[in-house]
């Protein structure tokens, strides 16, 4: 379903990212650099890590929504991505992700993580968002302040799109997780993505990690109230 002449366009995109990847490099470390420097949000993050997106993964998305939108009805097909809108339609060409221990620091965590944005005049596109599958996190997130988008790939994440304070617009994808979720994170992208696995007994025995993931989170964050309120009580006495 792919033309040559959406090979070239597809080609001509990939060129103007190579070309340009070394802002993409620079812009990510420069966040790491400004999340990890405040103190109190340091303490918080128990990992961090970044990346720019493999010039090979970005050739197969390409590819998928190029396919995605000749299947749409001609009316609501949106423009092609190409060398002129790539780093405006591909938000996660750079990737931040931070990992933290407990559910409830994500709510520090999203103060703090605002503050330095708005330290560094970086903008967001869009609102800081919580995809998940569980509804009991939806409300916790809510609470937080952070809107909520439930999501059918049973993992929770909080995202917030960032854009680069110079002259040419890029754009960095901050992840935001505790790290149970990362375990059902990385065995899912290794087994079932970009496309997912052929396998039913594979994709069943992923939904099944979801929820032992997820009630791994809760013990978790069960473990640390408990230690917390311990320790409240002990300092009264």
């Known amino acids: 379903m792919i033309s040559q002449r959406d090979c070239d366009r597809i ?49 197969h998305k390409l590819e998928r929504k190029t396919i995605e939108e000749k299947r749409k009805e001609r009316a609501v097909r949106d423009d092609p991505i190409d060398c002129g809108n790539l780093f405006e339609k591909v938000v996660d060409l750079a990737g931040v992700r931070i990992l933290h221990l407990h ?21 967001l ?9 569980d509804t009991e996190y939806e409300r916790l997130f809510s609470d937080f302040g952070i809107k909520t988008e439930a999501r059918e790939s049973m993992y929770t994440t909080v995202h917030y799109d960032i854009i680069a304070n110079q002259k040419t617009r890029i754009t960095c994808e901050l992840q935001v997780r505790s790290l149970m979720d990362e375990v059902w994170s990385e065995v899912s992208h290794r087994v079932s993505y970009p496309l997912e696995s052929s396998s039913e007994s594979c994709r069943d025995q992923l939904k099944v990690l979801a929820r032992l993931t997820t009630g791994g989170t809760r013990l978790v964050d069960s473990i640390f109230k408990t230690h917390f309120l311990a320790s409240s009580s002990e300092s009264d006495i």
């Open 11 to 59: 080609d001509r995109a990939l060129d103007h990212f190579r070309q340009s990847k070394h802002l993409f490099e620079n812009f990510s470390r420069s966040l790491v650099g400004h999340l990890t420097g405040h103190p109190e949000l340091k303490e918080l993050i128990h990992f961090i890590k970044w990346r720019v997106k493999d010039e090979t993964s970005l050739r």
């Open 103 to 123: 559910t409830e620091q994500m709510r520090r965590i999203h103060e703090l993580i605002l503050k330095v944005l708005d330290e560094h005049h970086y903008q």
């Open 125 to 133: 596109a869009g609102d800081p968002t919580a995809h998940c599958w």
